[in-house]
């Protein structure tokens, strides 16, 4: 695998699910799947055609060796996480039901929650563009907390870009005592993410423009509330993207997708607006499961989605797909000359809808 242009550090858990969305007490089939905020950002921009590694730490039991292999399936690189004999990985279940999804985790003592500032030697010798990390490693223990530390610490000054999203657990830690310490870390981030939710559960903010008064220190904020949109806040000014129409299975790792729309779009050079676009596109697709992790929809639909009107835009996937069509039509009845959105070194021009603005230095 070429060097890596993101590298994601964080624990992941192997996950179980019902087959279908309904309570956990009453399914009789559930699966296996891989669930992790930084591997599945990893693997939504390995399905996006980036090069991506993943850090961390797994059991050597058979859960550990699975998530290894399907995070590796799905094009991450996976050569810098570590076997621990002693510490199992974690587990955890998801319970959807009417009132939204419940998570138990099964996590204390996991190998992941060894991890300390050693773990980070690969990626500190050699930094990538970004590193994407999240407020859940921090929560994690003592070890993982010095950790996070140290990576932010190293790569202060650099040019890498470290990339934070707040990801507040509750069962994990409580607002009082992560409240103080993510804000700390989201201070010395290049690009912060945030529910509006979390923030007003951390902070007591409840207006997007209040969380960047709050967080004023990342050049880059973006501030996602629920259903309604997410807003974005640079050096530019602000740009708010409504979320489009889409199916709602259970919304768990949505937020794990859009971060990894968004720095997609950020590696690519599109404009603030899109960024926040192929977040909402990714969002949805893992809006539509139960896993945490699903395949990104084909490039020609992500390039429509990125150039659609706004009232396509609020319709949908169904009207991204039309509009496309629509297109291919008026160019001749196909789509040659569209380069794919999934291709690590292609653009996507102008010439067929989006801005062929290449691949920028951050």
């Not at 990538?128 to 921090?138: E, K, L, M, Y």
């Not at 899109?274 to 990714?282: A, I, K, M």
């Amino acid at each position: 695998m070429a060097m890596a242009e993101v590298v994601c550090v964080g624990e992941t858990m192997a996950m179980v699910a019902p087959v279908h969305a309904e309570p956990l007490e009453l399914a009789r089939e559930v699966a296996i799947h891989t669930g992790g905020a930084e591997s599945n950002v990893a693997m939504y921009l390995a399905g996006l055609g980036h090069q991506v590694a993943w850090v961390s730490r797994l059991g050597d039991d058979p859960l550990g060796h699975r998530v290894l292999a399907d995070v590796a399936a799905a094009g991450v690189g996976t050569s810098l996480v570590e076997f621990d004999r002693a510490a199992p990985t974690g587990v955890y279940f998801k319970d959807p039901g009417p009132k939204g999804t419940r998570v138990f985790y099964y996590r204390r003592g996991s190998a992941a929650s060894l991890m300390t500032a050693a773990t980070l030697r690969s990626v500190l010798a050699s930094p990538p563009r970004v590193v994407h990390a999240s407020g859940i490693t921090p929560a994690l223990s003592p070890t993982c907390d010095e950790m996070m530390s140290e990576l932010f610490g190293c790569l202060e000054g650099t040019t890498t870009l470290v990339s934070f999203d707040i990801n507040f657990r509750p069962a994990l830690w409580g607002p009082k005592e992560a409240a103080p310490r993510l804000h700390e870390l989201a201070k010395r981030a290049g690009v912060v993410f945030v529910g509006l939710d979390e923030a007003q559960t951390l902070w007591g903010t409840h207006q997007p423009r209040e969380v960047r008064d709050l967080l004023s220190g990342p050049p880059v904020l973006v501030v996602k509330d629920g259903a309604t949109g997410a807003t974005a806040f640079d050096s530019a000014g602000e740009v708010f993207v409504p979320c489009p129409r889409v199916a709602v299975s259970e919304p768990v790792g949505a937020g794990d997708a859009f971060a990894a729309g968004w720095l997609s779009g950020l590696l690519r050079g599109l404009p603030q607006a899109q960024r926040l676009r192929l977040g909402h596109v990714l969002a949805g697709v893992a809006l539509a499961s139960t896993a945490d992790h699903q395949a990104p929809p084909p490039p020609d639909l992500l390039a429509a989605a990125l150039t659609v009107d706004e009232v396509d835009w609020a319709a949908g996937p169904e009207a991204w797909a039309k509009a496309g069509e629509t297109e291919a039509r008026a160019r001749g009845g196909g789509t040659a000359g569209r380069e794919s959105l999934a291709a690590s070194g292609g653009t996507v021009r102008e010439s067929v809808g989006t801005l062929d603005r290449g691949r920028r230095s951050i």
